[in-house]
């Protein structure tokens, strides 16, 4: 897959799967425009270890929960670039509790930057997509959409949403080249689920067929898949990555 020419924004792209999806674009040819929350460090750190390709690597630290801030990203992203090919809504976080004992500000943050973000970042990108006829959008949801584990129904409710996002989006886009899928990774080795008591990731790996958590790698490379131009005739689809979890 050659991805030469082409522009990719990966939200949450300065660490775990949204890096690996950002130096997969990198490695194969794109111009990648990476989004990241507020971690400078990591940021800074990816700039330095992804070697070939960095003169093709934009960071930008733009909160994607926030509506006016995704708008004035976007100014900066016509006048630089004119049109944008690929979005990928990978930016997400975690903040378990059970229902009884979360925090309002919990529930909404989650909600904010997962559900919400990915419908800022997609709201300003879809005019450059229509213009060029053309355009790949990617949301990372997660098997929580439908298992829905305990302690977790915020995060489930924001997944469970991207995916009805996704759906009703490809649906207003299928006409003008532009497809719009998910990819739903099950328990990838990253920093979101590095919290997991040594009980928990024995009795996660048990569920797991494969027996093992997945690599970001492996997330990056069916994302890369769905973002090429050869996959024209699949949208408003999820593609589970979650070793037949
Ligand atoms: P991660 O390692 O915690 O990385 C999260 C990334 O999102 C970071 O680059 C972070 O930037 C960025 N981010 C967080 N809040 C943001 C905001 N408000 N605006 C812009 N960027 C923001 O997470 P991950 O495991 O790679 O997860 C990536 C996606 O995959 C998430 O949507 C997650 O729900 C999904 N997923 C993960 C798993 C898994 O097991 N890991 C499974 C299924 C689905 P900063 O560093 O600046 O905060």
Same mark, same amino acid.
């Given at each position: 897959m050659d991805f030469t020419g082409q522009k990719a924004i990966v939200t949450g792209a300065t660490r775990g799967i949204g890096r690996a999806i950002a130096e997969a674009l990198?490695? $194969? *040819? =794109? @111009? @990648?425009?990476?989004? +990241? *929350? *507020?971690?400078? %460090? =990591?940021?800074e750190r990816f700039r330095? %270890?992804?070697?070939?390709?960095?003169? $093709?690597? /934009?960071l930008h630290k733009v909160d994607v929960?926030? +509506?006016q801030a995704a708008q004035? /990203?976007? =100014?900066?992203? %016509?006048e630089q670039f004119d049109t944008i090919d690929i979005l990928v809504n990978n930016a997400g976080i975690r903040r378990d509790a059970v229902v009884a004992m979360m925090k309002e500000e919990n529930w909404r943050r989650v909600l904010d930057i997962n559900l919400t973000g990915g419908f800022n970042m997609s709201r300003f990108v879809i005019p450059l997509m229509m213009k060029q006829k053309y355009g790949r959008i990617l949301f990372i949801t997660s098997p929580m959409a439908h298992l829905g584990f305990p302690g977790q129904a915020n995060y489930a409710a924001s997944k469970a949403g991207q995916v009805g996002l996704m759906k009703s989006l490809s649906k207003e886009v299928a006409k003008r080249g532009i497809t719009v899928n998910c990819v739903s990774p099950g328990f990838i080795a990253t920093e979101l689920i590095e919290d997991l008591t040594v009980d928990q990731i024995k009795q996660y790996k048990r569920m797991v067929p494969v027996r093992r958590f997945g690599r970001p790698e492996e997330v990056a490379e069916a994302v890369l898949f769905l973002a090429g131009r050869? =996959?024209?005739y699949i949208t408003g689809s999820v593609l589970d990555i979650t070793g037949g979890l």
């Open positions: 990198l490695a $194969r *040819g =794109a @111009v @990648v425009i990476g989004v +990241y *929350g *507020g971690n400078d %460090e =990591a940021a330095q %270890e992804c070697g070939q390709g960095v003169d $093709r690597l /934009f929960s926030d +509506y004035s /990203f976007y =100014a900066v992203m %016509e050869k =996959a024209a």
